[in-house]
């Protein structure tokens, strides 16, 4: 069984930084593809950024420039940092990973739990 924990979240005012971790645990070999979501109130769930196996990574627009996606694999940890954010950044946010279980592969998808992130004055 494999878990996505995240952490990091809360309550940040207008212009302030966060970040975010989730980490990968359980019976798995490593992690590929990874992805931060987000969710606010009655809007759909939408990719915030991603990053694969090679470290490549992509953005959503309302982000770029100030939040960036990276990856401990030692510690099958990834992270965002969001720095000058914004009332709009308001949600929860979501890790989800491409978890390879084992060396030779059977891959599989997997979520976190979620963590609030809150921007207001």
């Known amino acids: 069984q494999v878990q996505l924990v995240e952490s990091g979240g809360g309550l940040v005012q207008p212009g302030g930084s966060l970040r975010l971790s989730c980490a990968a645990s359980?019976?798995?070999?490593?992690?590929?593809?990874a992805g931060w979501y987000r969710q606010a109130p009655g809007k759909e769930r939408e990719l915030v950024a991603g990053?694969?196996?090679?470290?490549?990574?992509n953005y959503a627009d309302s982000v770029k420039g100030r939040f960036t996606i990276s990856r401990d694999n030692a510690k099958n940890t990834v992270y965002l940092q969001m720095n000058s954010l914004k009332p709009e950044d308001t949600a929860v946010y979501y890790c989800?990973?491409?978890?390879?279980?084992?060396?030779?592969?059977?891959?599989?998808?997997?979520w976190g739990q979620g963590t609030q992130v809150t921007v207001s004055s």
């Open positions: 359980g019976s798995m070999f490593s992690i590929d593809a």
């Open positions: 989800n990973a491409d978890i390879r279980r084992y060396i030779w592969g059977d891959n599989r998808s997997y």
């Open positions: 990053i694969t196996s090679g470290g490549s990574t």
